[in-house]
């Protein structure tokens, strides 16, 4: 199975500008999840999509949003990008069985580096 | 809410011995999962262990186990053996149990430690 991808990989924008980043989750996988990750916070959760529905979200600002289309594919956006928005962004797939107390492993992309100046 | 903290941000160990890797948390849920992820400077994060909280017998996964303590909420990474692949940036990662039709996507990460192993 081929594994989760992003693109793009590599992304440079300014201030002010709007970015849409984009992941594929592995075939089968219903739930899609992204991750900010700077050198300063860490690895923050954004938010979780299953079967098109935001099911989860992390505490960033309205300027991230995100939605999945019927095909589990997954899309980030951030309006009004900032300096501090620089950072990898990494997606996660997982098959999200819907029995209670299953746990599914969460697979990561190679992740888009976004750069803002 | 929860936290991880890990409190090596950097760790070196000659190939094929051993090396430890800590992570303490804090929750005040009973039933939780904490992981190891592996971050290689290829940037791609693997899944290494993972231990579910209601577990009392460590898991292990080849060189790789762990000491769960969940009365100190310690959760260590041993790597036994190490190897020139393992260099690279190691997660200590915590989830709530899941419910039915709970969110899974929500992993709280600690910081970091930054492997790197010398032949």
């Known amino acids: 199975k081929a594994g989760v991808t992003q693109t793009p990989r590599y992304l440079i924008k300014t201030r002010g500008q709007q970015v849409t980043l984009s992941c594929s989750p592995i075939?089968?996988?219903?739930?899609v999840s992204w991750y900010q990750q700077t050198p300063g916070q860490g690895l923050q959760f954004l938010f979780e999509?299953?079967?098109?529905?935001?099911?989860n979200k992390g505490n960033f600002p309205g300027r991230f949003s995100g939605r999945q289309f019927s095909n589990s594919r997954s899309e980030m956006n951030v309006s009004t990008l900032e300096l501090g928005d620089s950072a990898l962004y990494l997606c996660?797939?997982?098959?999200?069985?819907?029995?209670?107390?299953?746990?599914?492993?969460?697979?990561f992309g190679p992740g888009t580096r976004l750069t803002v100046l | 809410a929860q936290t991880v903290t890990q409190s090596q941000p950097e760790m070196s160990v000659q190939e094929a011995e051993t090396v430890t890797l800590s992570c303490t948390y804090d929750t005040s849920e009973s039933n939780y999962y904490l992981f190891w992820y592996k971050q290689p400077p290829s940037r791609q994060m693997i899944l290494v262990i993972r231990q579910e909280a209601y577990k009392q017998q460590n898991a292990t996964e080849n060189r790789f186990s762990v000491n769960f303590q969940k009365a100190a909420k310690s959760f260590s990474l041993k790597i036994s053996d190490s190897q020139l692949g393992d260099t690279a940036m190691y997660f200590c990662?915590?989830?709530?149990?899941?419910?039915?039709?709970?969110?899974?996507?929500?992993?709280?990460f600690g910081k970091g430690t930054k492997l790197s192993v010398k032949p």
């Open positions: 999509y299953f079967s098109e529905t935001q099911r």
């Open positions: 996660a797939s997982s098959l999200a069985q819907t029995s209670g107390g299953i746990w599914d492993e969460q697979f």
């Open positions: 075939s089968g996988h219903r739930s």
């Open positions: 990662a915590f989830m709530k149990h899941v419910s039915y039709g709970g969110s899974q996507g929500n992993l709280i």
